[in-house]
């Protein structure tokens, strides 16, 4: 994938099946309007992340679609449109990223990370109206604090994970389970654990991180081992652009922390 992003907290595993469903259609933007006319952007929605993984880079991921939540149809740039995402004074194009087809999101680029930095993202038109300014800021940087990373847990655990500094944005919390069965068999999955108000900490229940193995398993194999990633987002939203028809852009700073599990009962 482009960027050095993880892209956990944008596919939960509702977004997923969304997003599998919603992307089964797609138009040109320039083309395809009744007849062959241009979509119009005020008939457009854009959906938009910018993500810091790291202290260092920023990546920005964006798609134009009809806003529908199931069968939604993309418009995918024709006709010398283009998307731009910038930073002060640095700008980078945005580009079809085809490696990601369940996170929603067609087109990306990376920029530097700056907090508290307004990042705007300009869709620019030769058939219709452009809408330069789509506009997010990400919240400062935080690290990890607890637990260490590779910390061996069991059934019933219960873990606190605790960063600095503390939020001040709504908090998100993901996860993803890679578990290796007795013979061989692998089962991986993502999802939400929580999503609350502004907070440094959140308690981890280990046995609901892996209540759905058992749902995604392709093997009645006992479960030998699991690396359980922990994933900690601070979010915030933006604005788009009046000459959309509606959307969401979403600025995220992220950072995660992997439990390393085995079962209680050998």
């Given at each position: 994938?482009?960027?050095?992003?993880?892209?956990?907290?944008?596919v939960?595993?509702a977004?997923?099946?969304?997003?599998?469903i919603?992307?089964?259609?797609?138009?040109?933007?320039?083309?395809g309007?009744?007849?062959?006319?241009?979509?119009?952007t005020?008939?457009?929605?854009?959906?938009?992340t910018?993500?810091?993984?790291?202290?260092?880079?920023?990546?920005?991921?964006?798609?134009?679609?009809?806003?529908?939540?199931?069968?939604?149809?993309?418009?995918?740039?024709?006709?010398?449109?283009?998307?731009?995402?910038?930073?002060?004074?640095?700008?980078a194009?945005?580009?079809?990223?085809?490696?990601?087809?369940?996170?929603?999101?067609?087109?990306?680029a990376?920029?530097?990370?700056?907090?508290?930095?307004?990042?705007?993202?300009s869709?620019?038109?030769?058939?219709?109206?452009?809408?330069?300014?789509s506009?997010?800021?990400?919240?400062?940087?935080?690290?990890?604090?607890?637990p260490?990373?590779?910390?061996?847990?069991?059934?019933?655990?219960?873990?606190?994970?605790?960063?600095?500094?503390?939020?001040?944005?709504?908090?998100?919390?993901?996860?993803?389970?890679?578990c290796?069965h007795?013979?061989?068999?692998?089962?991986?999955?993502?999802?939400?654990y929580?999503?609350?108000?502004?907070a440094?900490?959140?308690?981890?229940?280990?046995?609901?991180?892996?209540?759905?193995?058992?749902i995604?398993?392709?093997?009645?194999?006992?479960?030998?081992?699991?690396?359980?990633?922990?994933?900690?987002?601070?979010?915030?939203?933006?604005?788009?652009?009046?000459?959309?028809?509606?959307g969401?852009?979403?600025?995220?700073?992220?950072?995660?922390?992997?439990?390393?599990?085995?079962?209680?009962?050998?």
């Open positions: 994938m482009s960027g050095n992003r993880r892209r956990l907290t944008v939960s595993l977004a997923a099946a969304s997003a599998a919603a992307g089964c259609t797609s138009k040109g933007s320039s083309d309007g009744e007849g062959g006319a241009p979509i119009a005020r008939d457009m929605h854009l959906s938009a910018i993500e810091a993984a790291d202290d260092r880079s920023a990546v920005i991921g964006v798609s134009l679609h009809d806003g529908e939540t199931f069968l939604r149809t993309e418009y995918q740039l024709t006709g010398g449109d283009t998307l731009t995402a910038c930073i002060a004074a640095q700008c194009r945005l580009a079809r990223d085809r490696q990601l087809p369940l996170t929603g999101e067609d087109y990306e990376a920029l530097q990370y700056l907090p508290e930095t307004a990042y705007t993202i869709y620019s038109r030769t058939a219709d109206a452009s809408a330069p300014a506009v997010v800021t990400l919240p400062v940087a935080f690290a990890i604090l607890s260490p990373s590779g910390l061996s847990v069991t059934d019933g655990d219960m873990v606190t994970v605790e960063w600095s500094p503390e939020s001040t944005d709504p908090v998100r919390l993901s996860y993803e389970v890679k290796t007795e013979d061989g068999e692998q089962t991986n999955y993502i999802g939400t929580a999503r609350g108000a502004a440094g900490s959140k308690v981890v229940d280990v046995d609901n991180l892996l209540s759905s193995v058992a995604f398993a392709d093997t009645a194999a006992r479960v030998a081992r699991c690396a359980l990633l922990v994933e900690i987002a601070h979010e915030r939203s933006g604005t788009v652009d009046a000459a959309f028809a509606g969401r852009i979403v600025g995220r700073v992220t950072r995660s922390v992997t439990l390393d599990y085995t079962p209680s009962q050998p």
